[in-house]
């Protein structure tokens, strides 16, 4: 049986804007450790589908890699928002498009080690165009692609983003797209 | 096109055990901006398939969610380490099995908006039998699951973590298990 460990205390030791970190200290199975926890809001990411079957992506620049990268579109849950509503938000202020119809696909930890951050991947459809507005300091570019083709710049590995290989292999392997 | 930031400044804000916290002041579209990025040394995971195509799984206590979650054998590279040396390394120290064939089969950045993790994904065959090598305060279940059953848990998500969705449904779309 995995061993389950018994919080002793805690000190958060870094406040930041998109995160803060929390120190746990843990009977572990030989003794007491140390368990250092990034603490997110948690997130949405949208598949969204146009009538033509079209697939909505973005291109962003990403300081940690320093480079543009393909995306879903995705945004941060403001604190006390439901998913779903976040993900209407994001889709529109992101991308400009307002969905007539959202499904819940699936749910899934980024980097369960280290981060309480969870995300939940949406499908839009009845997609009406209409003005992005984007947070300061944030600059996206929209682009659409096939289903076909995503599922191949997945598979020959050109789309490194988590969110973007899970949402289209996910909706793949459902026979959503 | 999506704006390219340059960084004008950074400042190491948190210094910890598994990760560093950087926080980056860049000139985004419409002025100065703070980046808070999490510096990780990147890590591997272990798709281990025995001869009978069972795959090796791992159950394991995670804090950040205080839950046992199923994942895939994975584990941090050590500073200066290659990925292929770090992937057979962790598989022996975590499952005890000694790998005679490796391959490179992707990698993924797990969360590329505020992280430098790269993941790297191989897939590991002809394994042999030994002994485990935990680090101190490590505790690890093996596992070991048909390659349908790991696929359905997934697609009725089960699995949540994203190590193991990625390298199952990669796998399967690839044709490999």
Known sequence: MAFIEKTVSSETVY???????VQYTVEAENGLAKRDVLQHNGAVIIIAIKDDGK?????????????????????????????????????QEETGYKAGSIEHLMTYYPTCGYSTEILYIYVCRELEEGETNLDPGESVDVIEFGADE????????????????????????AGII
Chains 1, 2 share one sequence.
């Open 15 to 21: 406040n930041g804007p998109i995160f803060d970190i």
């Open 55 to 91: 697939i909505i992506m973005e291109k962003q620049f990403r300081k940690p890699f320093d480079a543009v990268l393909y995306e879903l579109p995705a945004g941060k849950i403001d604190r006390g928002e439901d998913p779903e509503t976040a993900a209407l938000r994001e889709l």
């Open 150 to 173: 995503l599922v191949d710049m997945v598979m020959k590995n050109e789309i490194k983003d988590s969110k973007a290989i899970i949402g289209v292999l996910y909706a793949r392997q």
